[in-house]
């Protein structure tokens, strides 16, 4: 069975940083692209970065370019978000997503349950 | 970015009734459309990709159709768990973009 879980989130001030985990088990990880979508009720779901299998490939949406950073670590079954200089509007619940390839393109195929990050002084 | 556009925001429907969402992008996506069902409390849920495919262990009362710009999904016969939040992606291009949602409410 598929299962994503992630962690990591928590209040955190403006400015500050924060580094969310996704750990992922019953697929074999390291052939699958990953990606980080969060969740408000305001602005709803928004896409924010996918990493390939071997990392070469992260691109990330404008609201977080040079502020978050995706990695991942095949080894360990994991993927990570780097969140640097953090705002108020960044709060949101934060999801992993995994990419599933189809006919030269992906979607996600499975989702974590999410983890809540609040940025509040 | 590509806009996804759906509708409606919220629906009220009763246990039986079948059930369309509509979708619509800003411009032409081909057929690379996903849907995606989503309870309180939970990540979201795979339905439907590839505008039509149906996700391995989903329903067949789910069902998905539309190319170029405009996308259904539809729910043949409402059954109580289906009561929740539905969603469209597209994932033609980044930014990948999602529809606002329709929640879907018992009447």
């Known amino acids: 069975e598929v299962q994503l879980v992630e962690s990591g989130g928590g209040l955190v001030q403006p400015g500050g940083s924060l580094r969310l985990s996704c750990a992922a088990s019953?697929?074999?990880?390291?052939?699958?692209?990953m990606n980080w979508v969060r969740q408000t009720p305001g602005k709803g779901l928004e896409w924010l970065s996918f990493?390939?299998?071997?990392?070469?490939?992260?691109p990330y949406a404008d609201s977080v370019n040079g502020r978050f950073t995706i990695s991942r670590d095949n080894a360990k079954n994991s993927l990570y978000l780097q969140m640097n200089s953090l705002r108020d509007e960044d709060t949101a619940v934060y999801f992993c997503?995994?990419?599933?390839?189809?006919?030269?393109?992906?979607?996600?195929?499975?989702w974590g349950q999410g983890t809540l990050v609040t940025v509040s002084s | 970015d590509i806009q996804m556009t759906q509708s409606p925001s919220s629906l009220s429907a009763s246990v039986g009734d079948r059930v369309t969402i509509t979708c619509r992008a800003s411009?032409?996506?081909?057929?690379?459309v996903a849907w995606y069902q989503q309870k309180p409390g939970k990540g979201p849920k795979s339905l439907i990709y590839?505008?039509?495919s149906l996700q391995s262990g989903v329903p067949s009362r789910f069902s998905g159709s539309g190319s170029g710009t405009d996308f259904t999904l539809t729910i043949s016969s409402l059954q109580p768990e289906d009561f929740a939040t539905y969603y469209c992606?597209?994932?033609?291009?980044?930014?990948?973009?999602f529809g606002g949602g329709t929640k879907v409410e018992i009447k």
């Open positions: 990493i390939s299998s071997n990392s070469a490939s992260t």
């Open positions: 590839a505008a039509s």
């Open positions: 992606q597209q994932y033609k291009s980044y930014p990948l973009t």
């Open positions: 019953g697929f074999t990880f390291s052939t699958f692209g």
């Open positions: 411009q032409g996506i081909s057929s690379w």
């Open positions: 997503a995994r990419s599933r390839y189809y006919n030269g393109w992906y979607y996600f195929d499975y």
